[in-house]
């Protein structure tokens, strides 16, 4: 298996509180993605980043922002989460361009009260 | 869907009996791929399918792809109880979107 690392794995948490989601990756690949997934939706991509500092929005982003100041870490974080917010979020990374194969983390169960 | 459909959603068979998914999708693509997902983990990548390419096979599986219809199928022959897990297509360039998944099981 890739070695991926979420943290946290499960969170419960307040409508409005400030929410930082990690993943950490000891592969050195460049590509390094935020997804959600709901029921009923599949996977839907928050945002990605193509380098240390090189972040771009995906299909959803409203309330979310990343940073990557690192290679090896990516973060995802929500600056006033809300009960929509609630959800299962994955981490993947990738070697080369976006359109290949990804590997995936274990996932962080979000709760938003 | 904006994001394309997978069908069936949910697929129920026995053991040693083959399993086909169904796979649509929007845009034009480079790829196409597949993963699978156990309950409680992340997606693990099966197989990716050139856009120039009509079949592809490993293992088990066997992967068609038409462009001209914009649709995918994968099929699982001789299935174990281990194959139970949700399978997702997923396509793109700079903005990988997924299908809705099926969820297959299979009973010993």
């Known amino acids: 298996d890739a070695g991926i690392t979420q943290s946290p794995r499960h969170k419960v948490t307040e409508t409005g509180t400030p929410v930082t989601l990690r993943c950490h990756q000891t592969e050195n690949h460049r590509y390094m993605y935020w997804y959600r997934q709901d029921p009923g939706h599949g996977l839907r991509l928050i945002h990605y980043?193509?380098?240390?500092?090189?972040?771009d929005k995906g299909e959803v982003s409203d309330g979310y922002s990343v940073s990557r100041s690192k290679t090896e870490d990516f973060l995802l974080t929500l600056e006033s989460a809300t009960s929509s917010q609630t959800s299962v979020y994955f981490c993947a990374i990738s070697e080369s361009q976006t359109n290949q194969p990804q590997h995936f983390g274990d996932g962080t169960r979000l709760s938003i009260l | 869907s904006q994001q394309g459909e997978e069908d069936p959603q949910a697929l129920s068979i026995q053991e040693g009996e083959n399993a086909t998914m169904n796979c649509s999708y929007k845009?034009?693509?480079?790829?196409l791929q597949w993963y699978r997902q156990n309950s409680g983990r992340g997606l693990v990548h099966l197989i990716l399918?050139?856009?120039?390419?009509r079949e592809k096979h490993s293992g088990r599986l066997r992967v068609t792809l038409d462009t001209s219809k914009k649709s995918s199928s994968l099929l699982i022959t001789a299935s174990r109880a281990a194959d139970t897990a949700s399978y997702f297509c997923a396509w793109g360039n700079n903005d990988m979107r997924f299908g809705a998944g099926t969820r297959l099981t299979v009973k010993p």
């Open positions: 845009t034009s693509i480079n790829n």
């Open positions: 399918i050139r856009s120039n390419e």
């Open positions: 980043s193509y380098g240390v500092k090189d972040t």
